[in-house]
């Protein structure tokens, strides 16, 4: 143990860090632990075992991002950064924290994705799928939709940032995505719309891990099953698409029957099909305009 006030090194704060984050119950204590010492250093994780030992000074900023690490407050949320695909967006209370498991919907609309002109994302929160979609396909033109107008000011911050970057930029819309002249002047021409909405039943609040309760519930729960903005990005992707358009919409995994019987009794779509995650759940619908 190192002495009040003397400098600490860094592979012994990381053992201390993650023994206190795995008795707290984080899944993955030790990754923590180094996310959260690399953000306080701004330096990247694995340059970690190459810095000096800890001031005091540092030393006690740690202990502060462990300590509230420890009492559920989202890693994301602490470092001030999510990956998603090969980006790592901005993030922080107001806005809903990309999940991994989103990632699939661009390997899912892969093959439209490339070579499409027109993409929107519905609910784009951060601006993760729309950004992640100018990113790997630039010749599309992106238009990402959020209604919130503190998840907007975090989706105009990463687009900035993205664009300052060098990739193309998107066009950012403060809209509900239920209105009925959304977009209106692009009606029938895009190939592909994405949409990872709100979908989770209200009926399971209870059940969910702690770091949900920092996500904003607005983006998040919609209503007892979950469903109750379906129906809104099911019409207002139906109006947008081209015929035989795409659209790929991330949904609860206890909606494997539910989100395609709703998609295919909203009518106008075909060969309406619902895929899993990495993990077996049914977690997307797929869905071709008619």
Known sequence: MAEPGAPTAVPAALRQAADRLAAAGVCSPRVDAELLLAALLA????????????????????????????????????????????????VGPGVFIPRPETELILELAGHRLAGARLVADLGAGSGAIALAVANEYPSTSVYAVEQDPVAVRWLRRNAADRAAAGDPPIEVLQADIAEPDLLAEAEGSFDVVLSNPPYVPEAIRAELAVEVGHDPAGAVFAGPDGLALMPAVLRTAGRLLRP????????????GETMPALTRAAGGWQAVADRPDLAGRPRFVLAYRG
Do not use: K
């Open 43 to 90: 330096v990247p994780r694995g340059w970690l075992l190459l810095q000096p030992p800890l001031t005091p000074e540092q030393a006690t900023g740690y202990a502060e991002l462990v300590d509230r690490r420890t009492t559920g407050v989202p890693l994301q949320h602490l470092t001030g950064r999510a990956p998603f695909r090969h980006l790592e967006l901005a």
């Open 244 to 255: 035989d358009g795409l659209l790929v919409v991330e949904h609860d995994a206890s909606q």
